[in-house]
């Protein structure tokens, strides 16, 4: 691969590390981060700081910088989503920040856990094309609507919603895989550490999984 791009959920730690390793290794770095947003969907950013529920459910962007600006951007709004807040208050950012901050930044709309993912895997359509307006007014051709394919239940419901989105709106799309682990004989394991984090035990039925799919791919 010429390049490879790493977007940890929430911050942006591992940036310099992976910068680093790949330039090293005759690959291009791209630096973005995966931060939970507060859409502000009928309901204000203070309320959702106060919600444990709220925080939990907030939807994420995927957010990539492709200029020197955009790398100081999303400095700043990962920043924000740990400093501008109250204390124990989930990390997240308010959309109008977004909105500030999104010069230099290329969005991704987010896979199973985004911004319109969630809306469509909870029928709320309606809300799922005002969100991505909102996101074309900011983004405009730096928007992609994004695919995941790990065989998961959420992507297979909202992959044709997400594709007519797409065609109605002229909007280009981009698959992706959510990397977890570097290869499929590395799943059972990394199964095994997601109960250890979780205090859970593998026979449990109803407990969070991820698939053998979700191992570094070759494009």
Request: hydrophobic share 40%; proline share 4%.
């Amino acid at each position: 691969m010429p390049a490879i791009a790493l977007t940890d959920t929430g911050n942006l730690y591992g940036a310099l590390e992976f910068s680093e390793a790949a330039v090293k290794g005759g690959v291009q770095p791209i630096i973005g981060c995966t931060l939970s947003v507060d859409f502000a969907d009928g309901e204000s950013e203070t309320d959702s700081a106060m919600s444990p529920t709220v925080r939990q459910t907030l939807p994420s962007l995927v957010l990539i910088a492709c200029d020197e600006d955009g790398y100081q951007n999303l400095l700043k709004l990962s920043s924000s989503a740990f400093l501008d807040h109250e204390d124990g208050a989930e990390p997240h950012i308010a959309f109008d920040m977004v909105e500030a901050s999104s010069r230099g930044v290329i969005c991704l709309t987010g896979g199973p856990g985004g911004a319109i993912d969630t809306c469509i895997a909870e029928r709320q359509l309606d809300e799922a094309g005002r969100r991505l307006e909102r996101l074309h007014r900011v983004f405009g051709d730096r928007l992609y609507i994004e695919l995941q394919r790990h065989g998961m239940e959420q992507e297979q419901i909202c992959e044709g919603y997400l594709l007519q989105l797409a065609y109605e709106m002229a909007l280009p799309v981009v698959a992706t895989n959510n990397v977890f682990f570097a290869k499929e004989d590395d799943y059972e394991a990394h199964d095994a550490l997601i109960c250890i984090a979780e205090g859970t035990v593998v026979a449990v039925p109803d407990r969070r999984r991820l698939t053998p799919e979700h191992r570094f791919k070759s494009s």
